[in-house]
């Protein structure tokens, strides 16, 4: 507890002027920022390795450290001036098993990767698995958080998150009684022979198609 409020305090002031969270926040910071975040803890296996894309003000990255300091923790944020609080923040807190790292997530394919990867409202689940998917080591999973809209946010991106090679996804709930209501994430496991073999597939009945088209024009 002291740790989270001492980073509630950093929100409240300097994350507020270095406009990473919106004044109309602060009342509400530990429902809508601090436990929102910290109830996913549960996502993660003990002494996991994980990356928050788009990490911003330290959510859920730095939430996340704080709840399960037995994590492992790497915020990517692209913004110069973002990274530089993130930081001071990860300093200030003691918090040494967190590193940040600037720039964009699909900068980082082939040198920075994980079992876990997670974000906090970054993008659309489609835009959003494009990002992270060269982030996750094979097997691993992208826990993203999502509103109330997450199951059909789901089923109308699946196709696509497919062809990513990202299956066995869920939507689960992280409950507390200190919410209302429960936080969404929605996680996908990242296959990739599944990928390579629906690419496969897919060039196999596109070849079928054209080998017919072909034999129906010489007749």
Known sequence: MPLAEQFAGILADTGVSHG??????????WERH???????ADAFPREARLIDVGSGAG?????????????EVHLVEPMLR???WLDVVVADLGLNSVTVHRGRAEEFAGVLAAPFVTARAVARLD???RWCV???EPQGVLVAMKGRSAATELD?????????????????????????????????????RAARAKAARTERGRASRQARTARQARS
């Open 82 to 84: 973002r990274t530089q």
């Open 134 to 136: 060269p982030l996750l």
């Open 20 to 29: 990473l969270i919106g004044p109309r926040e602060v009342p509400r910071l």
């Open 156 to 192: 109308e991106d699946r196709k696509g998150l497919e062809r990513l090679g990202l299956t066995d996804a869920v939507v689960t709930e992280h409950s507390s009684v200190l919410l209302e209501e429960p936080v969404l994430t929605v996680d996908l496991r990242f296959a990739p």
């Open 59 to 71: 959510l859920p990255g730095v939430v996340l450290a704080i709840v399960r300091p037995d994590l």
């Open 34 to 40: 601090l436990l929102n975040c910290a109830v996913i």
């Open 127 to 129: 835009k959003l698995a």
